[in-house]
C-alpha cells in the first residue's frame, strides 16, 4: 500500500481544483484498499456533513445526503474525532439508513475524520459487503489520506471554492502572534523575485496583450539559452550540448508555451499561469521512477525560474497596495518591507518565522499588527481578498464574514484609545511610586521607527540593528553611506545616547551579497564572529559610527554574541585603532563607551568578567532564551516551547544584573522581553537600568512601572522566583495585574481572560 500512498499524494499534489482532488482519492482508496466503495463528506455552513464525493455509492446521493454531527456512523466519526472500524455496521446503534445511497448491501465500515487544527471538516469512509474488520494498516493507510484530504479542504475554504460546493466562504488560519493588535484589511501577496512558488494568483484585463507578453517574454529565454548554448559549444560534449537544444525545445511555443496559452486565455495572468504549468511539471517528472528523467525536474524549474525573471521583470512595479493593506507573503525580509510604503500597511502575514523573526521585531517597532508562522496559509490564492490580522492570538481570517469583522472593528476601536489614554503619561518620569526610577529607550533599525519613538518620548535608543541599512542594499554600504545613515540616527536623538550595535549578520538575518550556508546558522558563523573575521567590514563600520558622532558625542557601541573574553579584547583594540586613525585624519570624535551584548549561556557565567573590561552590559533576551531553551526562535512547530519568563531565563537575567552591579556599570535589557509589561516589573525588580523596547510598548510599560512600589515589585519576583515553569509564573503575574487594575496594558486577549 506504501507504493499506492506514495501514487496518490503525487496526484493530489498535482490536481487542478478540489473537485478533482476529492474524485482521485475515492477513486484510487478504493482500488488500493480494495473495498465496494470510499466515499468522503464535508461539513456545511450549518455543521452538518454533506456527501460530496462518491466511487461506489448512487452518484444521485451526492449533495442530498446530510447529516448532523450526532448523526449516523459519519456523525459518530465526527463527535469521537478518531476512526470507527465495524464489521457490521447496521447493527451498530449509531447507524442510519438512507435509501438513496443504496448502501444497505454494505456491512463493513470504517470511517476516518478530516482533521484541520483541531477542527473536523469531514469524514473519509470506506464500505465493503464482507463483514470484516479492516486491519491495522488499512486504518493507518485512511487515516494517512483523511491528513491529506485536510490540507486541500482548508486551502480551498480560504479561496472561495467552497462556496460552489456549500461550505463556509469565511476561513481562519492559525500562526503564531509577531506583533500585537489587529489590522483589518486587502491582501497584497509579495514574494521573492523568480520564485515559482510563491506567485500570487492573478486575472489578466487583456488576454491578447498578456498572450503577446508571454510570448515575447518566451522568446527571449529562448535566445538566452541557445546563446549560453554557443558560448559553452567549446567546453560541452555531444550529448551535453543535445541538452541545450532540449530546452529550447521545452521552450518552444508549441510544448510548454502552448499550455500556458491555454491558461491566459481563460483569464489567468501569464506569470501565474506559467507557474501552474511549470510547477506541474516539476511534480511530474519527480515522481517518474527512471532516475535520468527525475533529474530533469530541476532542468524544468531551472527553466520555469528564467522565464518567470522575465515576466516580472515588468509587472513587478505594477503592484498597487490600498489604504489598508496586509501583507503576505511565504518568507518576508526587512529589504521587502522597506519598498512598501508604510503608511498604508496596517498588518503583515508570513507563512515562515515566528515572533522572534528578524521580520516580526521589526514589525513591532512600527506598530503593525503581525501573524508568523501561518504554515497552512494557502497564500498565493489570496491576494487582493480581504483579510484580518490578530496579532494578539495568531489567527488570521480570509474574507471575514460581518459579525467578525465587527468583533475586531471594536478591538481596533478600543486599541486606538488606549493609545490615546496613554498620552498622559509620555511627558512623566519613568518612575515606580516610590520614586525609583528606570530609564526606558527605544529600539530602532528604520527611521521610521525612530520618529515613532521620539513621538513617545523616549529616552534613547538602546539597540539600533545597524544590519537593517546592510539588509536594504545590494551591497556592501560604503563607509560614507553609513556614516550617512548614522548621523541621521544620532542627530534625531541628540543629546539621549544612541547605542549601535555593530553589524549582526547571519542566522535569520542574511545579506543577499553575502551569503553564508550552513546547517545550523544560530550555532554557526554569526555576529562578533564574521566581523572579528573580516575586520575591514568592522573598522569600516566603526569609523562610519565615529565619524557620525562627531560634535554629537551621543555614540555607544555594542558588541553581539560574543562569548569569550578574547572576542571582546580584540575588538576593543580595533575600536581603538579606528579611533586613533580617525584623530590623525583630524577629526575631533571622543571615544564612545563600549559594551558587550549577553545572549550565549558562556556569557552569563562570564558576565562579571565582561562587566570588569566595558562601559555597559546590554541583555539580547530574544538570543538568551533561544539558547538557553535550546528552542529555534524561527520554528513554529516549536514556538509553544519558547518561554521568555522560562524560571532559567529569569535566574540567568537576574545573575546578569547582580554580577554587573557588583562591578559598578550599568546594565540594560534589549530584547523584546523588555517590552512585556508583565516582566517589566520583574526587571525592575531585578535591579536593571534601562529597558529599551519597540516604540509601540514604550507607553504601556511606563504606565505599568507608574502603578507600583519598587518593593511591590520585589514582593512579585520573590514569588515567581521559586516557581516551577513559565506557566505559573505567566498566571501569578496576570493575577497581580488584575488585581492592579492594569489588565487594560495587556491587549483585548489579557482583558478578556
Not at 325 to 346: I, K, N, W
Request: glycine share 6%; proline share 4%.
Amino acid at each position: 500500500m506504501l507504493a499506492s500512498l506514495r501514487q496518490i499524494v503525487q496526484e493530489v499534489n498535482a490536481a487542478a481544483d478540489l473537485q478533482s482532488i476529492l474524485e482521485i482519492i475515492v477513486a484510487r482508496v478504493k482500488a488500493a484498499m480494495e473495498t465496494e466503495v470510499c466515499s468522503i463528506y464535508l461539513r456545511n455552513p450549518a455543521g452538518e456533513y454533506v456527501l460530496m464525493c462518491t466511487d461506489g455509492l448512487n452518484q444521485t446521493s451526492v449533495g442530498n445526503v446530510i447529516l448532523s454531527r450526532h448523526e449516523g456512523l459519519v456523525g459518530l466519526v465526527v463527535t469521537r474525532e478518531e476512526p470507527i472500524n465495524l464489521d457490521e455496521a447496521e447493527s451498530h446503534p449509531a447507524y442510519q439508513y438512507f435509501p438513496e445511497t443504496g448502501e444497505e448491501k454494505f456491512s463493513s465500515f470504517l470511517g476516518a475524520p478530516i482533521v484541520h487544527q483541531r477542527q473536523v471538516l469531514g469524514v473519509l469512509v470506506v464500505q465493503q459487503k464482507v463483514k470484516r474488520r479492516f486491519d491495522e494498516s488499512e486504518e493507518a493507510f485512511l487515516v494517512t489520506m483523511s491528513a491529506q484530504l485536510a490540507g486541500a479542504i482548508a486551502h480551498a475554504e480560504a479561496t472561495g471554492v467552497l462556496r460552489t460546493i456549500g461550505q463556509r466562504s469565511e476561513a481562519r488560519f492559525l500562526g503564531v502572534p509577531g506583533s500585537n493588535g489587529v489590522g483589518i484589511g486587502r491582501c497584497v501577496v509579495l514574494s521573492q523575485p523568480a520564485d515559482l512558488s510563491s506567485v500570487p494568483y492573478q486575472t489578466c484585463e487583456s488576454i491578447e496583450a498578456e498572450l503577446e507578453f508571454f510570448h515575447a517574454s518566451l522568446a527571449a529565454v529562448r535566445d538566452d539559452v541557445r546563446g549560453l548554448g554557443n558560448e559553452l559549444a567549446s567546453r560541452l560534449n555531444k550529448e551535453e550540448q543535445v541538452l541545450f537544444d532540449a530546452y529550447v525545445g521545452m521552450l518552444d511555443d508549441a510544448s510548454l508555451g502552448k499550455e500556458v496559452s491555454e491558461r491566459i486565455r481563460g483569464g489567468l495572468s501569464a506569470s501565474y499561469a506559467w507557474s501552474e504549468v511549470i510547477l506541474e511539471h516539476v511534480k511530474t517528472f519527480s515522481s517518474m521512477s527512471d532516475p535520468y528523467l527525475r533529474e530533469r525536474a530541476s532542468d524544468v524549474r531551472d527553466l520555469g525560474s528564467r522565464v518567470l525573471a522575465y515576466l516580472q521583470q515588468y509587472t513587478v512595479d505594477e503592484i498597487e497596495y490600498p489604504e489598508q493593506t496586509v501583507l503576505v507573503g511565504e518568507d518576508l525580509t526587512a529589504a521587502m518591507l522597506a519598498e512598501v510604503p508604510l503608511e498604508r500597511v496596517v498588518g503583515i502575514v508570513s507563512v515562515k518565522g515566528s515572533s522572534n523573526s528578524h521580520i516580526a521585531i521589526l514589525a513591532r517597532s512600527l506598530g503593525i499588527p503581525t501573524v508568523m508562522g501561518a504554515v497552512d496559509l494557502p497564500y498565493t490564492r489570496l491576494n487582493g481578498r480581504d483579510l484580518i490580522v490578530d496579532g494578539y492570538r495568531g489567527s488570521v481570517y480570509s474574507d471575514p464574514g460581518a459579525e467578525v469583522r465587527a468583533q475586531y472593528q471594536n478591538i481596533v476601536d478600543e486599541d486606538k484609545q488606549l493609545v490615546a489614554s496613554l498620552e498622559s503619561v509620555k511627558a512623566l518620569p519613568s518612575e515606580t511610586q516610590d520614586h525609583h526610577r528606570v530609564a526606558l529607550w527605544v529600539n530602532t533599525g528604520l527611521m521610521a521607527d525612530a520618529m515613532l519613538s521620539l513621538e513617545r518620548g523616549a529616552e534613547g535608543v538602546g539597540l539600533f540593528r545597524t544590519e537593517v541599512p546592510f539588509m536594504l542594499r545590494e551591497r556592501f554600504p560604503s563607509e560614507e553611506e553609513q556614516r550617512v545613515t548614522y548621523r541621521g540616527q544620532l542627530e534625531a536623538f541628540a543629546p539621549h545616547p544612541v547605542t549601535m550595535r555593530t553589524l549582526d549578520i547571519g542566522g535569520d538575518k542574511a545579506l543577499p551579497y553575502f551569503p553564508i550556508e550552513e546547517d545550523n546558522p544560530f550555532l554557526g558563523w554569526r555576529g562578533i564572529r564574521i566581523t572579528l573575521d573580516h575586520p575591514e567590514i568592522f573598522l569600516g563600520q566603526v569609523r562610519a559610527m565615529l565619524k557620525a558622532s562627531e560634535g554629537l558625542d551621543n555614540l555607544r557601541i555594542m558588541l553581539p554574541m560574543v562569548s569569550n573574553i578574547s572576542e571582546l579584547e580584540i575588538a576593543q583594540m580595533l575600536i581603538r585603532r579606528a579611533y586613533q586613525e580617525l584623530l590623525e585624519e583630524g577629526y575631533k570624535v571622543q571615544f564612545p563607551p563600549v559594551g558587550v551584548m549577553i545572549e550565549v549561556p558562556a556569557a552569563v557565567y562570564q558576565a562579571r568578567e565582561f562587566a570588569a573590561r566595558v562601559d555597559f552590559l546590554s541583555v539580547g533576551s530574544n538570543d538568551l532564551t533561544q539558547y538557553l531553551l535550546a528552542v529555534d526562535r524561527n520554528n513554529p512547530r516549536v514556538a509553544d516551547l519558547y518561554h521568555s519568563l522560562h524560571p532559567a531565563v529569569l535566574r540567568a537575567l537576574k545573575k546578569i544584573a547582580e554580577d554587573s552591579h557588583l562591578e559598578g556599570i550599568p546594565v540594560s535589557i534589549c530584547g523584546e522581553l523588555a517590552g512585556d509589561p508583565l516582566a517589566s516589573l520583574l526587571l525592575v525588580a531585578m535591579g536593571y537600568d534601562v529597558l529599551s523596547m519597540s516604540a509601540t510598548n514604550l507607553l504601556r510599560v511606563k504606565s505599568a512601572i507608574r502603578s507600583i512600589t519598587l518593593a511591590d515589585a520585589e514582593k512579585l519576583l520573590q514569588e515567581v522566583m521559586v516557581m516551577p515553569d513559565a506557566e505559573s509564573i505567566n498566571h501569578c503575574l496576570d493575577l497581580a495585574f488584575r488585581q492592579a487594575g492594569l489588565t487594560r496594558l495587556l491587549g483585548p486577549e489579557k482583558a478578556e481572560a
